[in-house]
């Protein structure tokens, strides 16, 4: 998601923690099915939905396997700044090859993953584009070799 959550946003229901959850299970779930699971009608379903899409709190998306479509390389990039954050961390979000963009504390003050077709495109946006971006002092690479677990389903856990 690209939108960061207001601090002051109201929390979740419990229905629409439980209609989350479905959606996670299987993003095509029909409403009508998520209502029965939840005891809601289908267009309640489809309101709540809306809802919480237009707020921001939820993408209905299908996620691909970057190996599956020709993205065979991928890597989290560690940066530090000299300077303001949010300008590098724009900068990076603009960047067609970066899927995840966060301004952290800690040793590395912005992480962000890339996903690229090759070593020699990586090689290109860390080199040239991202590299050379005013501010940035340091990035470090660190290139995956093999990705053991990816989930979406967190909205349990909140409870």
Do not use: H, N
Not at 3 to 28: C, F, N, V, Y
Request: aromatic share 4%; with cysteine.
């Amino acid at each position: 998601m690209t939108k960061t959550p207001s601090a002051a946003a109201a929390p979740l229901d419990e229905l629409s923690k439980r209609i989350i959850e479905q959606l996670q299970e299987d993003g095509r779930r029909p409403y009508a099915t998520i209502g029965k699971a939840v005891g809601l009608s289908e267009a309640a379903v489809r309101q709540r939905v809306q809802r919480l899409t237009e707020a921001g709190v939820i993408q209905i998306v299908a996620v691909s396997d970057p190996l599956q479509v020709g993205l065979f390389r991928q890597a989290m990039i560690a940066i530090t700044v000299d300077g303001a954050l949010e300008p590098v961390a724009d900068a990076l979000a603009e960047m067609d090859e970066i899927a995840y963009v966060v301004v952290c504390a800690g040793r590395f003050d912005v992480l962000c993953e890339a996903v690229c077709a090759d070593d020699t495109t990586l090689l290109e946006l860390l080199s040239t584009r991202i590299r050379t971006l005013p501010g940035v002092r340091t990035a470090e690479m660190l290139v995956y070799l093999k990705l053991r677990k990816q989930t979406y389903r967190w909205t349990s856990r909140g409870r």
